[in-house]
């Protein structure tokens, strides 16, 4: 089989190979630890990844957040900082950056992106007003409960199926969202909130016909849209790649057009922009601007740095500008796909379409033989970690946390493991050994027993939480 990797390298005649698009100029040792030394690490973590050291791991997939590879470029930015605690000339050139990349007209940076969902939610949501959504993410939900909100999930059906093969499994279902509309009326929503691929249902995208849909509908209804823009640069690539009229446009083209038809958007530079931290809220509304800017001060810092140092400004200003390359995208989702297509050929469950930044494995598929409390997705990432030093995360039950409101847990339909890809860090061989790893315990699965909770934290609980083998 050949891999479809989507870089235009004429595979017509003979062997042609993709490669990155970058050279190595610095490198980092790996370490390896035994399997007994393993053993006792993943204990004494409470079979929990998050609290493995990373000195532990060997390939690190935790995330894709804040790990990824400067460019030379911006290590030199980073030699530029203007450490002015106010007016510093690298948050000029972030705005900059902002307003010329993505469109938006008032920029306020942040120290990454749960503290930009912290600023919009406490300003723009009165409590008791629902905020429909395209499924949760962890942060953006708990932001706007605590500033009193009710999340709904309005994402078309086909996310929750890991098998459906739609192309933009993180639309919106309008009819859905005309429901929360009705039932409410347009007051009692706080505004329609939408994220760029949706991390939870796999990385998936949403189109640029549903964010128009979505524009009228709000347009329609006198609602506002916010954008959860941090991963929205892998969404472009999708929609250049799948939505017709598109393929010959440029991403940065077409991001700023799916801007346009938003009235603001947060954003996690950690993720698309290349940095190891960094965040901004950008907004149109001059009003919303000035009291955005206000609050700011309050929770990260003055309105010029927003928790940053000068030179993270200037690093994730470089990045803005190196992450909508052409280039830089397809290898970057090329990598991923890669990874994806090998354990496809090897029949091993994963969620399908191949998202842009994860592999998502379905630990439900993996151990049929656990039930949803017995942690399947959090047991499956023990696993691999036992396996091969492979660092994964839970996205299942443990992720979900529970319901304010009655204490259950909530039981999400989806139960996966995630193996999320670092930009540029890893290379094609690394994923190789990532994919005979996952194969090696799915090999396994039958013998694999499931996890019990034995300490449970009040919020977002899959960071600390602890699990004991059954
Ligand atoms: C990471 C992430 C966030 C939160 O950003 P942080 O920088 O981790 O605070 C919000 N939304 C999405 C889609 C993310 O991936």
């Given at each position: 089989m050949t891999h479809n990797i989507p870089q235009t390298m004429g595979q017509q005649h003979g062997r042609r190979s993709w490669a990155e698009p970058w050279k190595i100029k610095m490198v980092e040792p790996l370490n390896v630890i035994s399997r007994e030394e393993r053993e006792r690490a993943l204990a004494e973590a409470g079979f929990n990844?998050?609290?493995?050291?990373?000195?532990?791991?060997?390939?690190?997939?935790?995330?894709d957040s804040g790990t990824s590879a400067m460019s030379d470029r911006q290590w030199a930015g980073m030699m530029l900082?203007?450490?002015?605690?106010?007016?510093?000339?690298n948050f000029y050139h972030l705005e900059e950056a902002v307003q010329s990349v993505?469109?938006?007209?008032y920029l306020i940076p942040t120290h990454q992106g749960r503290g930009a969902e912290h600023l919009i939610s406490r300003a723009v949501i009165k409590p008791g007003q629902y905020v429909p959504g395209n499924m949760y993410f962890t942060t953006t939900r708990l932001h706007q409960e605590l500033a009193g909100g009710i999340f709904i999930d309005v994402i078309?059906?086909?996310?929750?199926?890991?098998?459906?093969?739609?192309?933009?499994?993180?639309?919106?279902d309008l009819d859905k969202l005309q429901a929360v509309v009705d039932a409410h009326g347009a007051d009692g929503v706080a505004y329609v909130s939408l994220a760029g691929t949706v991390n939870m249902a796999g990385g998936q995208p949403v189109s640029m016909a549903n964010a128009r849909e979505l524009r009228a509908f709000c347009d329609r209804h006198g609602l506002k849209l916010y954008l959860d823009a941090t991963r929205m640069v892998e969404n472009s690539f999708f929609i250049q790649e799948?939505?017709?009229?598109?393929?010959?446009?440029p991403i940065a083209a077409i991001l700023k057009e799916f801007c346009d038809l938003t009235d603001g958007a947060w954003m996690s530079?950690?993720?698309?922009?290349?940095?190891n931290i960094g965040g901004w809220l950008a907004i149109n509304d001059e009003e919303l601007f000035e009291e955005l800017r206000n609050w700011v001060v309050v929770f990260e810092g003055l309105h010029t740095y927003g928790g940053l140092a000068g030179r993270d400004l200037e690093a994730m200003a470089i990045g803005i500008r190196e992450a909508v390359q052409d280039e830089h995208i397809r290898s970057r989702v090329g990598q991923v796909r890669y990874l994806g297509e090998l354990l496809t050929e090897w029949n091993v469950p994963i969620v399908?379409?191949?998202?842009?930044h994860a592999i998502f494995l379905n630990a439900r598929a993996f151990y049929?033989?656990?039930?949803q409390i017995e942690f399947p997705a959090q047991t499956l990432a023990a696993e691999l970690y036992l396996d091969s030093g492979i660092r994964s995360m839970e996205r299942g039950i443990a992720s979900a946390g529970?319901?304010?409101?009655?204490?259950?847990?909530?039981?999400?339909k989806l139960e996966l493991t995630r193996l999320t890809i670092p930009r540029r860090v890893y290379t094609q061989a690394h994923m190789d050994v990532v994919a005979e790893s996952v194969k090696a315990v799915y090999d396994a699965r039958e013998t694999t027993r499931g996890l019990k909770m034995v300490y449970e934290p009040k919020y977002l609980r899959f960071f600390q939480a602890r699990f004991e083998r059954l």
């Open positions: 990844t998050f609290l493995l050291h990373s000195d532990d791991v060997y390939i690190d997939l935790l995330t900082g203007d450490e002015a605690y106010a007016g510093s000339r993505y469109g938006y007209r078309i059906d086909e996310a929750h199926d890991p098998a459906s093969l739609h192309p933009f499994k993180g639309n919106i799948r939505e017709e009229g598109y393929a010959d446009k530079g950690k993720k698309d922009h290349l940095v399908q379409p191949v998202g842009g049929p033989q656990l039930p529970r319901d304010a409101k009655t204490g259950d847990h909530y039981y999400p």
